[in-house]
């Protein structure tokens, strides 16, 4: 807090209480999803879960942390991915080279059926 004296009378000025962060905020801050900000959620999912996930993904809108069911699940599957990114960036490069694997074999077999047809 600053003072500033001023003849006899000493005029306090008031510090700025820091931002009190809604629940959801919070919640948000904690889970957050390091590489997802600003990214378009445009590619629709759907999953089952069980009773309790779903119980837990409910209470999370009826509290009002998320919007939706969908707004919760999206949130909470980004912010485990984003925790782990080194784990899944390896994973999705051996998914690339599997990938690639099997488009060459499937090459290969569709031009040895085809020679063969000939």
């Known amino acids: 807090m600053q003072s500033i004296r001023i003849g006899l009378t000493i005029v306090t000025e008031k510090e700025e209480k820091p931002k009190r962060l809604s629940l959801r905020e919070r919640v948000l801050k904690n889970i957050s999803a390091d590489g997802f900000e600003g990214e378009e959620r445009d590619i629709p999912v759907v999953a089952r879960m069980n009773k309790r996930v779903v119980d837990t993904l409910d209470s999370l809108v009826a509290i009002g942390i998320f919007k939706s069911r969908s707004e919760a699940a ?14 899944f960036e390896d994973i999705r490069k ?12 499937m090459k290969e077999a569709q031009d040895a059926i085809l020679g063969k047809l000939k």
């Open 94 to 105: 051996q998914a690339a080279s599997l990938s690639e694997r099997q488009d060459a074999a």
């Open 74 to 87: 999206a949130a909470l599957v980004e912010g485990a991915i984003s925790s782990r990114e080194d784990f």
